[in-house]
């Protein structure tokens, strides 16, 4: 399956973070989510809020053609870094560069921009 014209399976296999949690985690139960996994990151890029599509592209691009990490801000459940009440951030390591997922958690987490 791809998206955004890109090999979802590949840039999940990228992904080399130690712990990624247990799998078939779906992303609309963030309160069920143990760890955020690569599919988690791939499906938030996918469904980015429409002004945040253009860097989820350029992002999913990035993560496909290299090795990437999910660091800090992991655990769901009272973890990761909040901004305010219902904003999360989410952070990617690639090529050298880091990168915010910025995500709103109402009731499931979309993500509504991207920082490096």
């Known amino acids: 399956m791809d998206f955004y014209g890109l090999d979802r399976e590949k840039t999940i296999a990228n992904c080399d973070s130690l712990a990624v949690g247990?799998?078939?985690?779906?992303?609309?139960?963030?309160c069920a989510?143990?760890?955020v996994r690569p599919e988690h990151v791939?499906?938030?890029?996918?469904?980015?809020?429409p002004e945040?599509?253009?860097?989820?592209?350029?992002?999913?691009?990035?993560?496909?053609?290299?090795?990437?990490?999910?660091?800090?801000?992991?655990?769901a459940d009272g973890g990761g870094k909040r901004i305010v009440n219902n904003v999360r951030e989410i952070t990617i390591a690639a090529v050298g560069r880091?990168?915010?997922l910025h995500c709103t958690e109402s009731p499931s987490l979309r993500l509504e921009r991207i920082t490096a």
Do not use: C, M, P, Y
């Open 22 to 30: 247990l799998a078939s985690r779906d992303t609309h139960q963030v």
């Open 33 to 35: 989510w143990n760890r």
């Open 42 to 49: 791939v499906d938030l890029l996918d469904e980015a809020a």
């Open 52 to 75: 945040a599509r253009g860097d989820a592209r350029n992002l999913a691009k990035l993560l496909e053609g290299f090795s990437w990490r999910i660091h800090g801000g992991a655990a």
């Open 98 to 100: 880091t990168f915010q």
